[in-house]
């Protein structure tokens, strides 16, 4: 099983320790930081450095996302909590569908909360370069994140709620 693998090979760093996480499921903490954390076999939420996160994330796909081409625009992805990274799953899409032009970004972002919110800078810097025509930022992208779209691209930028519906 892959999660197994992914545990089996984390609780080998040096000074790693796990523990039941509050939500559930099974936590690895150096000291007193959580370092991330897996659920049953489908689960791995893993805000490490990016390089070995990347690494890791490759053994897991446990991250879902819907992809649209709308004609003479581009992709538009639709996200769910973005465990792999926003950034990952754009360039996935294009990867998958041969598709260079994404036309808006809908979802969680996952960029809320310790560990996760150093991303952020990244993340924008990316979402700059990726340009797409709109940026909706849900759930688990978290205040600081959608800030920083705001800041950074107002016109990209999107507030979205329960129930909000969009015409492409």
């Known amino acids: ?3 197994e693998r992914i545990k089996e090979q984390i609780m080998r760093w040096e000074g ?7 939500f559930g499921g099974i936590e690895f903490r150096i000291g007193n930081r959580e370092m991330g954390h897996v659920h049953g076999d489908k689960l791995a ?12 994330i490759e053994l897991v796909k446990d991250d879902q996302a819907l992809i649209m081409n709308i004609k003479d625009k581009g992709l538009i992805i639709l996200t769910g909590c973005g465990h ?12 998958v569908t041969g598709i260079k032009k994404i036309y808006s970004v809908i979802g969680g972002f996952h960029l809320s909360g310790q560990g996760y919110e150093e991303s952020i800078p990244l993340t924008i810097a990316e979402l700059k370069k990726q340009d797409p025509q709109y940026i909706i930022p849900c759930h688990c992208t978290g205040w600081k994140a959608a800030n920083e ?3 950074t691209m107002p016109e ?7 129930g909000s519906i969009f015409y492409f």
Do not use: W
């Not at 790693?16 to 509050?22: E, L, P, R």
């Not at 990209?156 to 329960?162: A, D, E």
């Open 149 to 151: 779209i705001i800041n």
């Open 156 to 162: 990209k930028f999107i507030q979205t709620s329960v």
């Open 16 to 22: 790693v320790t796990s523990g039941v996480h509050k």
């Open 84 to 95: 792999a990274g926003i950034v990952n799953t754009i360039n996935y899409a294009k990867e």
């Open 1 to 3: 099983m892959l999660i």
């Open 45 to 56: 939420d893993l805000p490490f450095p990016l390089q070995i996160r990347n690494k890791l």
